[in-house]
Structures are given as C-alpha cells and as structure tokens.
C-alpha cells in the first residue's frame, strides 16, 4: 500500500502542469457533486420523515375514528345487555314457558333491540340468543353456517361478559362485538343469552377515510396479520397485504404492481390492531424526483464547460512556460544566442509573472555570456594558486619518518619512556589528521586514551592514577571520533593540575535498554551548580584542546539523534563525572 502511494505521487509530481491544473480541477467539481449528492440524499430523507410524521398523523386520525366509533357500538352493546326490561324478558324464557309466551317475549326482545339499533348507521344486525339456543333480531338476518355461531357463542363465553372481537372473513363479511348477557340483579351474574352485533367496518372506515382526507391512498387494517379490512381488493388496488409485508421501520417505500409506494404503519391501544396506509410514490414525489434530475442535468453540463474551461485556461497558463523550457534547453546546450528570444519578446511581452520570468531568464543568460570569458581567465588562476599551495603542504609522512627515526635512537640509547612518548605521540597524531571516517569503535577510541595516558603518566608520574573498566561487549560499539580523549584532557587541567595529591581519573560504563553509558570521572575539586549550568550552556570558556563539551554533545546528537549525549554531574569537593550517551547498537561507520 506505502509503495502504491508513492508510486502514485510520483506519477503525479511528473505530470505536466496543465494536466495538475485540469486534475485539481476536475477534484474540486467531484468533491462539489458528491457533497451536493449527499447533501440531496439527507434533505430527501429528511422529507421522507416529514411525509412519514404528515401520514402517521393522518393514519392515527383515521384509526383512532373508527376506534371511536367501535368504542361507541361497545358502549351501546353493554347498554342493551344491561337494559332491565331485555334482561326480565331473558329470565322470563326457560323450559317451563309456553311456546306462544316464548315466541312473544323474543318478539318483545326484538322490538326493543330495534330501538336501540334504528338510529346506528354502523349495524347490520342485531342478535340476542336466549338459554335456550333461539335468538331475537333486529336488522337483517345472518346466514353465518352452525359452526360460526357456535364458535361466536364459544368467544362471548371466554369474555365473562365483556365483548370478544371477531374479525371478518370471507364468509361473513361483518365484523362482530359478541358478548354474554348475565342477570345483574342481586349480582348474581347467572347466563341470561348471548348478544351479538354485526358491525359494517367497511362503512365506519370509508367515512372516517373522507374525513381524514387519505382519499389518494389505500388503507389496510389487520389483526395478528390477518387482514380485516379491504376483504378483497377492488380492480386497479394495490397488492399490498401485511400478512406478506412486514415493515421493520416505521415506513418503507415498496414495489407493488410495477410502482412504488409509500407505506406507513401504527399499531392501536384499543384493539391492538394494525393500520397501514399505502400512498402512490409517485404523485408525492414527482416535483422532487423532476428537480432532482434537473439539478443534476445541470450539473453535468457545468462540469463539462468548466473542464473545457479548465483545459483552455491549463493551455494558455502552460504554454509559455513550455516555450521559455525549449529556450532552457538550447542554453543547456551551450547555445547563449538571444536574437530569437528578443525577436519573441518583442511582438507581444507578458506583463504576468511568466513574462518577468522569461524577461529574468534572458537577462541572466546575457549576463552569463558576459562571464564566461572573466570567470575562464579567473579559474585558469584559481587552478595555479591551488597547485602552488598543493607544493607547499607539509608531507605528513616527513613527520611520521621523523618520529621514527627518534623512537629507534631512544631505544638504541636506552631510553624507553622516551620510545613510549614518541610511539604514542605518533599514534596521537595519526589518530588527528586521520579524518576519513567521523566514527570509530569504543576500542579505537581506548586505544587514542590509552596513548594519551602515555604521555601524561610519563609528565605527572604517581600523581596520575588511571583506570578504566570497559567490558569486551561494549567495544564493538560505535562512538563519534576524539570523544573520550578531551573529556580526559579536561581532568588532568581542571583536577589533576589544581591538586596537590594524587588525582584518580576512571573511565567505566553501564548499559541500559538500548544506551551505553560510559562515566568519565576524576576526584578533582569539582564546580558550583551555577558553574556547572553554564558549562552545561556552553557557556563557560575551554583552556583545553579547544574540543569543548558542547562540541562533544553537537557530534553525538548529530550521529545518533537527540536521545543520546552528555549528562554533566558535580559539586564543590565531590569530584566531576560526565556521562557519554551513545546507542547499544552496531551502525554504519560513515554516518
């Protein structure tokens, strides 16, 4: 994936401007569509919920009408089963009454039902069936099958006397408010008969629909997904039934008869029953769907002018810089003629900012034809000052040979600390001028110590006294060059130098996760805090080597990074230690 974007920058870096400019373009136009696209997305969702809040609170209307109505007829069903005179004329009915009084007390039972039943639009018929399985009604005759009725007489028994709700179907096409009638007299709630009331629904929700106004829209009303209302679908309806169709929002669009719909459903409180409502998509939408196609006609015509646009404007913004590239290319041939150039510049200067770059290009190459032949004669005398300062370099090998010859007449005159100064002030003075790599090893380094050491026990004698504590492991480790060996220079003329007994100077090491430390010590007269912090500065001048602290700590951060370094630890009487950071990690010598 890292390769792939890299590969796709430098594709993009080695394209021509013009190409970078239409591409910046046609970005900015893609960015534009696709927020303008979803910004439409969001609004039409945003409209989808408004229509859903708009139909649901239609819907709710609608079945919290025929709710009301059906609440109504319940009211009137408990009234005529309480009704005094119904309820004496049921308990005057039982087996030891005459026939002709049965048939006359049902007809009274009758009568009374069609008082009650007369002024209600809503009923088709009322039924009272007396203890002994005869019933009274009043509207018109049921021709529900035996095995209907007695599962109406099995309903109204499980209510108690409260109404039981049964739902069309096809062979009765009513829906049905069944429920006992019991003696209320003494509260004795004895089974007087059961009433039954066939209700038209289809008329309670055809006049609730016109005054709801869901007139351009369907309605569906279903009981335990067992649909209750339409019972069949009249020609040019939907299909759509919630016995196939569930929704898992609150709304959902669907495909039915080769259109699309807008559907709704809530669930009432009273009966428990569910109401959707099924609205034609299209003749809520066409005014967006049309302005949704028309926003994005129009912006597809925009992007394609302003790409014609962008590539004229890419040309023209290109083309001189393409002209002035040609005229770069024939000056890096060698050719400095400008006659071509003033000639182009002379029909039509540009006083944009590639028309001062072509006007600084041709002054530049004027100015550089003019030099040509003084810097020529100049460098013909920069090469002979340069081979005459090559001749009068001292050979360092002169001195090398001479330091030799002095060792072998030291020891050939028996004189073996001279031998030792000499062998290490030549191993010193290689180490100096030898400048090809920038880090060595640890062991390289000792090695520079150990020399220097030479030379200074020879001078200070028992008032040095050296030791150093570094583990095999730790010597392989890189270190930058002329590190340790001033940090030792610094001892011997900031303790040893100021002490009158001997002066101990130690070199060890410890190792943390991933960092060797290696201490250089000594149990000199140490400094104050506040010399210490501006030693620590860099601050503080050097009587040394002239390799002071700060240029120690700029080499080993330049080579290993800011984490390493040096840590500066002192104080009056107690001695001075500095630590020298570097990484517990083998590296490349040339850094």
């Known amino acids: 994936m890292k390769g792939f974007s890299f590969s796709l920058k ?58 009301n109505e059906l609440k109504k007829l319940d009211r009137l069903s408990y009234t005529i089963a309480t009704d005094q005179q119904i309820q004496n004329l049921l308990l005057s009915i039982h087996d030891e009454t005459p026939e002709f009084e049965k048939y006359r007390l049902r007809a009274l039972i009758a009568d009374k039902l069609i008082r009650y039943a007369g002024y209600e639009k809503y009923i088709f018929s009322i039924e009272v069936v007396d203890r002994l399985g005869q019933q009274a009604t009043a509207g018109q005759t049921s021709s529900a099958a035996a095995a209907k009725q007695q599962f109406i007489l099995d309903e109204a028994a499980e209510g108690s006397g409260g109404t039981r709700w049964i739902i069309p179907d096809t062979q009765d096409p009513h829906l049905i408010a069944a429920r006992e ?43 335990d997904r067992h649909v209750m209302y339409p019972l069949r679908l009249d020609h040019g309806a939907t299909t759509y039934t919630p016995e196939e169709q569930t ?78 590239i040609g005229r770069m290319k024939q000056v890096q041939k060698g050719n400095f003629s400008l006659a071509d150039m003033e000639a182009a510049e002379s029909a039509a200067p540009q006083m944009d900012e590639v028309g001062q770059l072509r006007r600084t290009f041709r002054m530049m190459v004027q100015q550089i034809n003019e030099l040509i032949t003084e810097n020529y ?42 031998s030792q100064m000499v062998e290490a002030l030549g191993f010193l003075l290689r180490s100096s001028v030898n400048i090809k790599e920038t880090l060595i090893t640890v062991e390289e380094e000792l090695a520079i110590v150990i020399n220097y050491i030479t030379i200074q026990k020879v001078r200070f004698e028992e008032r040095l006294i ?46 943390e996760p991933g960092r060797l430390i290696l201490i250089v010590r000594d149990n000199g007269p140490g400094v104050d805090t506040e010399t210490l912090d501006r030693i620590r500065r860099g601050e503080s001048s050097t009587r040394g080597s002239g390799i002071g602290l700060k240029n120690i700590e700029e080499r080993i951060v330049l080579a290993f990074g800011e984490a390493y370094g040096l840590k500066l630890d002192s104080a009056p009487g107690g001695g001075f230690s500095v630590s020298v950071i570097i990484p517990d990690e083998k590296r490349d010598r040339h850094v």
């Open 466 to 511: 050296f030791e150093m504590q570094v583990p095999a492991g730790a010597q392989s480790l890189l270190i930058p060059k002329l590190t340790l060996q001033p940090l030792l220079e610094n001892c011997i003329h900031y303790a040893l130098e100021t002490m009158l007994e001997p002066c101990h100077i130690r070199i060890s090491c410890r190792t």
């Open 377 to 418: 004669a100049k460098q013909l005398t920069i090469k002979e000052t340069q081979f005459k300062a090559l001749q009068a370099q001292i050979n360092p090998h002169f001195l090398y040979n001479t330091l030799e010859s002095i060792n072998w007449l030291a020891k050939a005159n028996g004189q073996p600390k001279i």
């Open 181 to 223: 009638i019991r003696n209320y007299q003494n509260l004795e709630l004895n089974r007087l008969g059961t009433m039954t009331v066939r209700i038209k629904l289809d008329a309670i929700v055809e006049d609730v629909l016109e005054r709801a106004e869901l007139r351009y829209g369907e309605i569906r009303i279903a009981s």
């Open 247 to 324: 929704l898992g929002e609150r709304y959902a669009i669907r495909q039915l008869n080769d259109r699309r719909y807008f559907v709704t459903q809530i669930k009432s409180d009273y009966l428990g029953w569910t109401y959707h409502s099924v609205i034609p998509f299209d003749q809520i939408f066409t005014k967006i769907i049309l302005m949704k196609n028309l926003l994005f006609a129009g912006f597809l015509v925009s992007l394609l002018l302003v790409m014609a646009l962008a590539i004229r404007f890419a040309k023209g913004l290109t083309q001189p810089i393409e002209d002035l």
């Open 10 to 67: 430098q594709a993009y870096n080695n394209l021509k401007i013009k190409h970078k400019v239409f591409a910046l373009l046609a970005l900015i136009m893609g960015v534009c569509f696709l927020t303008t696209h979803f910004s439409l997305q969001y609004a039409y969702s945003i409209y989808d919920e408004q229509l859903y809040s708009q139909s649901s609170q239609l819907l709710n209307l609608s079945s919290t009408g025929i709710e």
